[in-house]
């Protein structure tokens, strides 16, 4: 079993900035991949940011330069760095990990964390 739990969203005002974080956590042999989604109300689930292969990260054109995502891989955990916040970014955040398990990767989804903006 893997256990993908998601801290850090709440409420903030425009121009703001959040920290969210997701902690790997169970049959965790070897994480390949991590990365945020998100869904708004009405909207179709999206990427948000997720690490590439071979490193560096992906990011949605609507967050690049006010996102950052990071990962301490002795932790199991990512983080995903939010400033600049601004209404339109309110939705429920997802974690993402694709994770080696039984010389197979799976994809693992975390329970998804609230972030709204707004004054």
């Known amino acids: 079993q893997v256990q993908l739990v998601e801290s850090g969203g709440g409420l903030v005002q425009p121009g703001g900035s959040l920290r969210l974080s997701c902690a790997a956590s169970?049959?965790?042999?070897?994480?390949?991949?991590m990365g945020w989604y998100r869904q708004a109300p009405g909207k179709q689930r999206e990427l948000v940011a997720v690490e590439a292969s071979g490193g560096g990260s992906n990011y949605a054109a609507s967050v690049t330069g006010r996102f950052a995502i990071s990962r301490d891989s002795a932790k199991n955990t990512v983080y995903l760095q939010m400033h600049s916040l601004k209404p339109e970014d309110t939705a429920v955040y997802y974690c993402?990990?694709?994770?080696?398990?039984?010389?197979?990767?799976?994809?693992?989804w975390g329970q998804g964390t609230q972030v709204t903006v707004s004054s």
């Open positions: 993402y990990a694709m994770i080696w398990r039984s010389l197979a990767l799976h994809d693992y």
């Open positions: 169970g049959s965790v042999a070897s994480i390949y991949r």
